[in-house]
């Protein structure tokens, strides 16, 4: 099974509110946190990542935050537009099976 | 820059027939592969990942298999498909291990009938 719980699984907001997608792992030792953005039919592509010696990352409309006490992180993405829909997914890092493993999915719609 | 190839794009096989997937990374030297596969509406499931020629590791045990014979070229194999086999092939490269970003090829979509 998951050892990256994801949620929501869907995702609708209005063109200019902000979404918000969180990500909890179980391996205290995973140290990378990259999220991914899939369009239908695409390849993932990464859009931003975190290391665990950062709290947070922002890149433009998007940020990452990283509670490793806690053991969750999640994307922010602020001022949303019809062209951030898409699925989202979060990966960490799993030193047990030296794997990177992926969350199931947030597949967010922007409405405009 | 780097860039990561895959082929065939698309493939529609029967159940039964043997699968031959194929990926290769330019513009980088001795790569981390992966591959993985995505059910439809699903997330990544990681099937196999090399860190060098001839090293394979295999992530869940099934009629699938890996080969890499050169440093930039990964194989996906199997030589009898299921039909739980149909889904969105992913080849991955990253330049060092798993606290590297690994970059995604444009997938291989399989459907078995």
């Known amino acids: 099974g998951e050892n990256v719980e994801q949620h929501p699984s869907t995702l609708s907001v209005q063109e200019g509110d902000s979404a918000v997608i969180k990500c909890t792992y179980s391996?205290?030792?995973?140290?990378?946190f990259p999220w991914y953005k899939q369009e239908l039919g695409k390849r993932p592509q990464l859009i931003i990542d975190?290391?665990?010696?950062?709290g947070e990352k922002k890149d433009q409309r998007i940020a990452v935050t990283l509670n490793k006490t806690a053991k969750h992180f999640s994307l922010h993405i602020t001022e949303t537009q019809p062209e951030d829909s898409a699925v989202y997914f979060c990966?960490?890092?799993?030193?047990?099976?030296?794997?990177?493993?992926f969350g199931a999915g947030t597949r967010l719609t922007v409405k405009p | 820059s780097q860039t990561i190839h895959q082929w065939p794009a698309t493939l529609v096989q029967p159940v039964g027939s043997p699968l031959s997937l194929e990926c290769t990374v330019e513009?980088?030297?001795?790569?981390?592969l992966y591959w993985y596969r995505q059910a439809a509406g699903r997330g990544l499931q990681l099937l196999f990942y090399?860190?060098?020629?001839?090293?394979i590791s295999s992530e869940v045990p099934q009629n699938l298999s890996a080969s890499r014979p050169q440093d930039r070229q990964f194989i996906l194999s199997s030589k009898k498909l299921l039909l739980s086999d149909s889904g969105f092939y992913l080849c991955?490269?990253?330049?060092?291990?798993?606290?590297?970003?690994?970059?995604f090829g444009p997938g291989t979509r399989l459907t078995v009938l």
């Open positions: 991955a490269w990253s330049v060092r291990d798993i606290t590297d970003t690994q970059y």
């Open positions: 391996d205290s030792a995973s140290n990378y």
């Open positions: 975190i290391r665990s010696n950062v």
């Open positions: 990966a960490a890092t799993f030193y047990n099976n030296n794997d990177m493993r």
């Open positions: 513009g980088t030297s001795n790569p981390n």
């Open positions: 090399s860190v060098g020629i001839g090293q």
